[in-house]
């Protein structure tokens, strides 16, 4: 269910009425029943791929945590567990990939499986039961929210482990956690110790928590419906008609990729952590205006910050993280991101992507040991810090290209990866740097997200919700912004994934 429809709107209202009339287990049950209503709503048939995760780790858990478990018992259940959870994970997103790769290296001819369309035949789902479905050329459906249901389960049954929370016996409290509906579909990945603590200690919902929840959700709704769906249309031709668009073009709709992502998904983190609030959980924030930074560090301490410090704290620290030298260290941030690029996607060009993010990561780790840097950073001024900025955005605006690059197939994305960089380089025959620029809106409208990035990430949501007619200001505006500038809704991005 889509947050930017009318269905939802209805769905939301009830469940805040209800949900809020309601007390203790009772409302722990509506919250339960409704999020699974919203999932299964446009997910029918994936909804037994979550049951079947939530039962596998609730289980796992409690015999992590049983008392009279060795130490190897213990680390067999994880593995259960952490088994389970990777194998529904690389099954659905990424068995087709595995295949592609295998056939290319060995000159193979092996075909997926779609075990889905096999179930729909069994039980005669067709939607023309005199044609049943090919399992070997229908394609596997990746079920809406997959790889982030599956981190955040996954992730508790290691925290158990650790011995950093205790198994939760209720079943009710635990398949809440996992299915809660504000950020079950694409996030936040909110950590077990954050839920539970709220769950157990509700915040009461005060005046002020409105006020802070309503601001957050209708930014959020800006976010996506203004600037994220606009955006969207330059993206779009752009990354369709780039052969015909001269560098400075191709540079623009690059650029505002990165802008739409953002918008996108950060608007989407803002009305679910703000929903949940309404109800009495404080979700930490997933965003902090990364794209007004100076440095690629920066820029991942404060972009989709749950993805970022779960793969730091579950794969980077575990692998020794920066204590073994500089090989080691490296070597983790490479492994790190590779994993990284993987998670988002099933295609070559997602892996170039974390592989990308690893090159900056460790290239800016060389620079940041140097007195050269330290020099810069207390001499260097305003002249080095917007140097800095540009420089980052320039760099990571090969990333966006890789990351949203057109794919027909596997592997054919990376042929448009190159021949976008091949422009944006002015390294193509016909290259030409400028011969005019149809993008002159989408320019100011850059320039307009990077302005009043700077401005409001020196500000919070809290500050401006509770600083007297700011609110008021701030919601009018949103709303105005949301009408008049509103783009057709288009759906979120991060579904995907």
Aim: charged share 15%; proline share 2%.
């Amino acid at each position: 269910m889509q947050f930017n429809s009318i269905h939802f709107l209805i769905f939301f209202f009830i469940s805040i009425i209800v949900g809020n009339i309601l007390k203790k287990t009772w409302q722990k049950v509506f919250l339960l029943i409704g999020s699974i209503y919203f999932y299964t709503y446009t997910n029918t048939y994936f909804i037994a791929l979550l049951v079947l995760s939530t039962v596998i780790d609730y289980f796992a858990a409690i015999a992590i945590d049983n008392e009279n478990r060795t130490e190897k018992q213990r680390k067999i259940f994880l593995a259960i567990s952490v088994f389970f959870n990777l194998l529904i994970l690389g099954y659905f997103k990424y068995a087709y990939l595995t295949t592609d790769i295998i056939n290319n290296i060995f000159s193979s001819n092996l075909r997926t499986f779609n075990v889905v369309a096999y179930y729909v035949n069994l039980f005669g789902l067709a939607p023309d039961q005199s044609k049943p479905l090919d399992v070997f050329l229908e394609r596997i459906v990746l079920p809406v929210g997959i790889s982030f249901y599956t981190f955040q389960s996954m992730s508790y049954t290691v925290d158990v482990y650790r011995k950093q929370i205790a198994a939760r016996r209720s079943f009710i409290d635990f398949s809440l956690y996992v299915a809660f509906f504000p950020q079950l579909v694409a996030g936040p990945i909110v950590r077990a110790t954050t839920f539970f603590r709220d769950l157990d200690h509700r915040l009461s919902v005060t005046n002020e928590d409105i006020q802070i929840a309503i601001t957050r959700i209708l930014i959020g709704f800006m976010r996506k419906l203004v600037f994220a769906d606009n955006l969207g249309k330059v993206v779009n031709h752009t990354f369709t008609n780039y052969q015909n668009m001269n560098a400075i073009e191709v540079w623009t709709g690059a650029i505002a990729f990165g802008w739409q992502i953002y918008f996108d998904f950060a608007g989407y983190t803002d009305i679910a952590i703000g929903i949940a609030r309404l109800f009495g959980f404080k979700f930490d924030p997933n965003f902090n205006f990364p794209m007004t930074i100076t440095n690629i560090t920066d820029h991942w301490s404060k972009w989709h910050i749950s993805f970022s410090t779960w793969i730091r704290d579950y794969i980077y620290i575990p692998l020794g993280g920066s204590r073994g030298g500089n090989f080691i260290t490296y070597r983790n941030i490479f492994i790190t991101w590779l994993f990284g690029g993987v998670w988002h996607g099933a295609d070559y060009h997602y892996i170039a992507w974390g592989v990308w993010q690893a090159v900056m990561l460790s290239a800016h780790r060389v620079y940041a040991q140097t007195s050269i840097r330290n020099f810069l950073n207390e001499k260097g001024g305003f002249l080095y810090k917007s140097g800095t900025a540009i420089f980052t955005m320039f760099c990571l605006s090969f990333g966006f290209v890789m990351f949203r690059a057109q794919t027909n197939g596997a592997g054919t994305a990376m042929y448009h990866v190159k021949e976008m960089f091949k422009s944006m380089l002015l390294l193509t025959e016909n290259s030409r740097a400028l011969d005019g620029y149809s993008n002159y809106d989408y320019g100011i409208l850059l320039v307009i997200c990077f302005a009043a990035s700077s401005y409001f990430s020196k500000k919070n949501i809290e500050f401006m919700s509770t600083s007297g007619n700011k609110l008021l200001y701030a919601n009018i505006a949103a709303l105005f912004l949301i009408l008049i500038f509103g783009a057709e809704a288009q759906t979120f991005m991060y579904f995907q994934f």
